[in-house]
């Protein structure tokens, strides 16, 4: 069986766990919006990985260059990025200059997206995979920002923020999972492929529940 098919199925299932979660828990009770705009991120990253696994089924490979699941994969970024930034980032960071530091600080994951996918192009000469890599960089970088930044935040008024860091650990992971992903799958780098899907596969299964467990504890 085609490794790649079954690291996608690997990945599809899991994120379609993960989807069938944060539906029951948070689209069908219809909590609070930056909770319902995580799920549908986990749901992009299901239908991108159910493209790969049905393509990949019929194909073979996929294209080595930018095909339509990518932008489920974007979508998943774009809705995880909108929830911290739209609907929690304001709640704890009043633009004053004491928290400064912690915006600098955070930096320090984008700076890391950037220095992976520099280290990419250093070694891939193909300009379609570098563009097909970057365009995934590119939304992992603002998202990575804010992940990073509500992780190290000191958070006295909302608690909420304490008792999600575990989740925001998660999603961290989960942007330099999926770049490391594509990165290690365009090089032929086999094994470090495997780990990094494994590793996407089981940061998605557990992303949910733990958001879901962390929300509550911050409403109590």
Not at 14 to 29: E, P, Q, S, V
Not at 88 to 93: G, R
Not at 180 to 199: R, W
């Amino acid at each position: 069986m085609n490794l790649v098919l079954m690291m996608s199925a690997w990945m599809f299932v899991c994120a379609l766990i993960g989807t069938i979660y944060g539906a029951l828990h948070f689209l069908a009770k219809k909590s609070a919006l930056y909770l319902q705009m995580i799920a549908c991120g986990v749901g992009c990253q299901m239908f991108a990985r159910l493209f790969d696994v049905i393509y990949l089924a019929l194909n073979g490979e996929l294209h080595r260059k930018f095909n339509i699941g990518m932008l489920g994969i974007v979508g998943s970024f774009l809705f995880i990025l909108s929830a911290n930034y739209g609907q929690m980032d304001s709640l704890v960071d009043d633009g004053s200059a004491a928290l400064r530091p912690t915006r600098r600080r955070a930096l320090l994951a984008p700076a890391a997206i950037l220095a992976l996918y520099a280290a990419f192009c250093c070694a891939e000469q193909d300009l379609r995979l570098r563009l097909a890599v970057g365009l995934i960089a590119a939304f992992i970088l603002p998202t990575a920002y804010f992940n990073f930044k509500h992780l190290i935040i000191y958070d006295v008024e909302n608690g909420v923020i304490r008792c999600i860091r575990s989740y925001n650990l998660l999603a961290l992971a989960y942007g330099f999972l999926v770049l490391l992903e594509f990165i290690f799958g365009y090089l032929s780098l086999t094994v470090p492929y495997v780990l990094a899907c494994v590793g996407v596969g089981a940061v998605t299964l557990a992303m949910m529940p733990m958001l879901q467990r962390g929300w509550a504890r911050g409403r109590q």
